[in-house]
């Protein structure tokens, strides 16, 4: 899905196939001291190890590509720290590997690179134009063609290709909308970051039978700091 890589893509220095061992070695290692578990989904640490994370950001951030931090991409926006990318995909995979999945908020377009080499298709919604049209060269120049993307308010998903088998939120909300699970399928998995600043959840949603019916139940999955999922277009 994604082409060879050219020099450029591969990096040099601080941008370079060493850098991005470390990280992921950091990612599958994480120190006692650190209360959160370690990646263990070699599928999606490998697929880490290869995508060029540096092309994701801008030039003059290219050297912090591989710490283990997030990185402003403009618009008030960042791109994801390495581990919670990491730690999303491993949750939407752990069950089964879905065939079709929708991304709300493309930012960079590194989740959805990240997404794009283990499933089939992604589906993905930004609200920023501005932000979706560099995502959009990226995937180009990196040979991606197993996304589609489209300028929309997420918090409303992307109905005319529902079900889908998987959905992932890359903002926060205090409450997911109704919308979005109405675009699941009865046996898909919803990973998304709820709550407001400071008190945010990463939680997994899976419907589970209960006296009276069947209703979707989040699945805590640690503590994290996202940017809030607003509505309307930019």
Do not use: C
């Not at 650190?34 to 989904?41: C, T």
């Not at 065939?99 to 590194?110: C, D, F, H, M, P």
């Not at 919604?125 to 993307?149: P, Q």
């Amino acid at each position: 899905m994604m082409q060879r890589l050219t020099p450029e893509m591969r990096g040099l220095g601080m941008t370079s196939q060493r850098a991005r061992d470390r990280l992921i070695d950091r990612l599958a290692s994480r120190l006692p001291s650190d209360s959160r578990k370690p990646i263990s989904d070699r599928r999606v640490l490998d697929v880490m190890r290869m995508l060029p994370r540096h092309l994701f950001i801008e030039d003059a951030l290219a050297s912090r590509a591989y710490e283990d931090d997030a990185l402003p991409i403009g618009r008030a926006q960042t791109i994801s720290q390495p581990y919670i990318v990491a730690r999303m995909t491993e949750a939407l995979i752990e069950h089964a590997v879905p065939k079709k999945v929708l991304e709300v908020g493309t930012g960079s377009g590194y989740q959805a690179a990240v997404l794009a080499a283990l499933v089939e298709n992604v589906y993905t919604v930004e609200r920023i134009d501005e932000l979706l049209r560099n995502a959009r060269r990226r995937f180009r120049k990196l040979g991606i063609d197993n996304i589609r993307s489209k300028h929309a308010d997420g918090k409303l998903g992307w109905a005319e290709h529902a079900p889908y088998d998987a959905i992932i939120v890359t903002a926060a909300d205090d409450a997911l909308r109704p919308e979005l699970f109405d675009q699941l399928a009865p046996d898909g998995v919803l990973v998304a970051p709820v709550g407001k600043p400071g008190v945010q959840k990463l939680l997994r949603y899976r419907l589970v039978d209960k006296e009276g019916g069947a209703m979707w139940v989040g699945e805590s999955l640690g503590d994290v700091s996202f940017v809030p999922l607003l509505g309307g277009l930019v």
